[in-house]
């Protein structure tokens, strides 16, 4: 089978000027090499693409794909993960993990807890702060939590995103308005213990992969899974496959959450306890890291006994089931190039 990839890659972006910090979503190299060489490993023919608009030109140039393992993540906008789907749905192209819809309203995580509340699951309670009058209207007990609204891998995220006064929240939100472009999440603070579930599957057939605690070291920035920490997660961050009664219930939750969102094939949900222990949804990522090592869905994988080119088997049956690939390879089978 002929598997294009796309994919935003990360030197490509700093070489341009980009941050450490902007780009942090985007894949490495050896991120790209490490899928190639798992989809080779399972007798594909793996293409590389790129981002976005690489795939256009490739499209116009009349090239074609049995299907498209997708991790494009996008530069701007809160539709920036939905790009690479929704055109490949104009040319009736399958591809891996969750369509425009879930995409879009994941990425906006005050969208995405106004569904998740409306499925009875619990989230802190929330205000977004879009501009600088609305701090006067935000009515929730200290201590806070902010982060931009519509970021990943801990972008925007600092020890000063835990708001204990009034008169950080208004510099702490000043300064994500001013740097990162978009509207502020600030909600109630979760001191309990932090978990990311692991989900393999869609819909009936979806699965809980592992569910991994998160435990800061006592030299991390206290108190949030920062983009520091997570940048330098090999020395600050402990991961631990939890499997108490907490960690089931917290299971459950997340598979709640995967399935009633509708996403797809494989990805990550995000839960933290409040002061009494109940567990809360924080976000879902429906288009998880894939790097062997550092992202967390692979390394909740290895935990779990399942090795790389297993977890990329997995998620190629999943989205196969989903798409019947053998239907469309008939009807590329005259227009593939190489």
Same mark, same amino acid.
Request: charged share 25%; with cysteine.
């Given at each position: 089978m002929r598997i294009g990839i796309t994919y935003n890659l990360r030197a490509e972006y700093l070489a341009a000027g980009y941050s450490e910090e902007e780009t942090a979503e985007f894949d490495r190299e050896d991120t790209i090499v490490a899928i190639e060489q798992a989809l080779?490993?399972?007798?594909?023919?793996?293409?590389?693409?790129?981002?976005?608009?690489?795939?256009?030109?490739?499209?116009?140039? /009349?090239?074609?794909?049995?299907?498209? %393992?997708?991790?494009a993540e996008g530069l701007e906008g809160f539709g920036r993960e939905a790009q690479v789907p929704a055109l490949l749905e104009v040319y009736n192209i399958p591809y891996t993990f969750s369509d425009p819809l879930v995409l879009c309203l994941t990425l906006?995580?005050?969208?995405?807890k106004r569904v998740v509340r409306q499925l009875g699951i619990s989230t802190p309670d929330f205000f977004v702060v879009e501009k600088p009058s609305d701090l006067e209207k935000v009515d929730l007990p200290l201590p806070l939590f902010a982060k931009p609204v519509a970021e990943g *891998? /801990?972008?925007?995220? *600092?020890?000063?995103?835990?708001i204990t006064s009034q008169s950080k929240l208004v510099s702490t939100c000043m300064h994500l308005l001013l740097t990162h472009n978009q509207p502020v999440l600030?909600? *109630? %603070?979760?001191? /309990?213990?932090?978990? *990311?579930?692991?989900?393999?599957?869609?819909?009936?057939?979806?699965?809980?992969?592992?569910?991994?605690?998160?435990?800061?070291?006592d030299y991390a920035e206290p108190?949030?899974?920062?983009?520091?920490?997570?940048?330098?997660?090999?020395?600050?961050?402990?991961?631990?496959?939890?499997?108490?009664?907490?960690?089931?219930?917290?299971?459950?939750?997340?598979?709640?959450?995967?399935?009633?969102i509708g996403c797809r094939d494989a990805g990550r949900v995000d839960i933290r306890c409040d002061v009494n222990g109940?567990?809360? %949804?924080?976000?879902?990522?429906?288009?998880? /890291?894939?790097?062997?090592?550092h992202s967390d869905l692979c390394i909740i994988a290895s935990m779990a006994g399942m090795p790389y080119r297993a977890l990329i088997e997995a998620i190629m049956r999943s989205a196969i089931s989903r798409v019947h690939v053998d239907k469309y390879s008939l009807g590329f089978s005259k227009c593939l190039k190489r």
């Open positions: 080779k490993g399972l007798k594909h023919d793996a293409d590389r693409i790129g981002n976005v608009k690489n795939l256009v030109a490739r499209l116009a140039a /009349g090239d074609r794909w049995n299907i498209i %393992f997708n991790i906006h995580k005050a969208m995405a *891998t /801990g972008k925007g995220i *600092t020890a000063a995103s835990r600030v909600e *109630t %603070f979760l001191p /309990g213990r932090e978990f *990311t579930v692991g989900i393999l599957g869609t819909g009936e057939d979806a699965k809980v992969l592992g569910v991994m605690e998160v435990i800061l070291r108190d949030v899974y920062s983009f520091h920490n997570k940048e330098q997660c090999e020395e600050l961050v402990e991961y631990r496959l939890a499997t108490d009664d907490k960690a089931a219930r917290v299971g459950e939750i997340a598979l709640a959450v995967w399935q009633g109940i567990p809360n %949804f924080m976000e879902v990522n429906p288009l998880a /890291g894939l790097h062997p090592q």
